[in-house]
C-alpha cells in the first residue's frame, strides 16, 4: 500500500497550502473592509489634526455614535426581517423637538404658570409621544 499525498486531478498539498494562505489574506480583507477604513480614517485625521486623537474626542464621538446606534440596530432588526420603515428618522425628530420643548417649560396660560418637568418625567413623556 503506498501513500500518495496528490493525484492528478488535484494539485500538490504545498501549493494547496499557499493558496489556502492567500486565500484567507483576500478573505479577512473582504470581510474586515470597514474595520480597515475605519482605521484609515483614523490614522489620516490623527495626522491630520492635533487634537482628533485625544481621549476628550473619542468620548465626544461614542456619544454621538450612542445617539444614532439605538435607532440604527431597532432599523437592523426590521430590514432583517424583510421589512424597511421610513418613519424612524420622522418618528426620532418628533421626539426631540418634543423633548426639547417639554425641557424648555410648558407655559399654562390659563393658570399663569410655567411648568417645568423633571428629566426623568420629560423622557417618559418623549416615549409615549
Same mark, same amino acid.
Given at each position: 500500500m503506498t501513500d500518495r499525498t496528490h493525484t492528478l486531478d488535484s494539485p500538490p498539498v504545498a501549493s494547496k497550502k499557499k493558496t489556502d494562505k492567500s486565500l484567507n489574506l483576500a478573505r479577512l480583507l473582504l470581510e474586515g473592509r470597514a474595520f480597515i477604513a475605519l482605521l484609515v480614517i483614523i490614522i489620516t485625521f490623527s495626522l491630520l489634526s492635533? %487634537?482628533? @486623537?485625544t481621549g476628550a474626542n473619542f468620548l465626544t464621538m461614542a456619544s454621538h455614535v450612542a445617539i444614532f446606534g439605538l435607532p440604527a440596530i431597532g432599523m437592523l432588526l426590521v430590514?432583517? %426581517?424583510? =421589512?424597511?420603515d421610513l418613519s424612524? =428618522?420622522?418618528?426620532? =425628530?418628533?421626539a426631540g423637538v418634543?423633548? =426639547? @420643548?417639554?425641557?424648555q417649560g410648558i407655559n399654562l396660560d390659563a393658570l399663569g404658570v410655567v411648568l417645568y418637568l423633571p428629566v426623568w418625567a420629560v423622557a417618559i413623556l418623549t416615549l409615549v409621544i
Open positions: 492635533p %487634537n482628533y @486623537f430590514i432583517l %426581517n424583510g =421589512g424597511i424612524v =428618522g420622522s418618528t426620532l =425628530g418628533l418634543m423633548a =426639547g @420643548f417639554m425641557m
